[in-house]
């Protein structure tokens, strides 16, 4: 067990990292690995960087939510980093396996017959857009029910049908507002933007949250790869 001083101490350095992360330099590099930078950049982004103190302190806190006429249904922008997968849904499997008792492997039909949450968020990309959007989905906490993970298991893989992978800490994959997506503003999710499954939460940078989930890993280590653009250089935890 963690003392609290020890706590706070691992939250002051993340805390740090954090607003250096998102000040000055960080922003000479974009969300998709190119260089592109404008003071609108800035602008959009630093009524956001005043609430990160807030929000690391408080890492299961929920994020208050936009009502559904806050949606901007052409604000989304699709940003892929390579080709589009396209997923039978009918023939479709999301894994969950790694450091946990019983690992599944859930076909669509399965995956709607749990409980279906639904949010109106902001999806914010470091490229410099950002847009309300309502994602409807599982709670991962309900899909780490189903499998329970080892208390051993601190971080979580995220599989993608193109290639994509990402690594998240435990307690934002958790988060009551962590979903596996598979509708977006009320209708079902469209293959650009992850379907049939994709990660959504209010809590992470775009580029957290993986497009055409496969596979699901839970794991008591971090491997070398991180994630395809923080392997890139991007920070890790990626929070807003
Ligand atoms: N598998 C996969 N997931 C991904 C990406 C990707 O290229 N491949 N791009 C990320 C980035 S940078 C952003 S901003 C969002 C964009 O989601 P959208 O295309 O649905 O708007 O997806 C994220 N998830
Ligand atoms: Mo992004």
Known sequence: MLK??????IINRRQLFKLSAFSG????????????????????FEPLNQSIETKILNPTQPVPE??????????????????TPVLDPATF????DGEVATPVALS??????LPLTSMVIRHVCVEGWAAIVQWGGIRLRDLADLVQPSPQARYV??????????SWDI?????????MAYQKNGQPLAIENGAPLRLAAPIKLGYKLSKWVTK???TSQLATEKGYWEDRGYEWFGGI
């Open 108 to 113: 669509m039909g399965e995956l709607q017959k």
């Open 66 to 83: 936009f009502p559904i006429s806050a949606i901007e249904p052409n604000a989304l922008l699709i940003n892929t980093f390579d080709q």
């Open 157 to 166: 893989y995220f599989q993608s049908a193109d290639g994509y992978y990402e």
């Open 171 to 179: 307690a934002s994959v958790l988060h009551p507002q962590t979903l």
């Open 25 to 44: 330099a960080a922003w000479l590099l974009n969300g998709c690995g190119t260089s592109l930078y404008s003071p609108q950049v800035q602008r959009i």
């Open 216 to 218: 699901i890993t839970f």
């Open 4 to 9: 609290i001083p020890d706590r706070q101490l």
């Open 93 to 96: 499997r999301l894994s969950i």
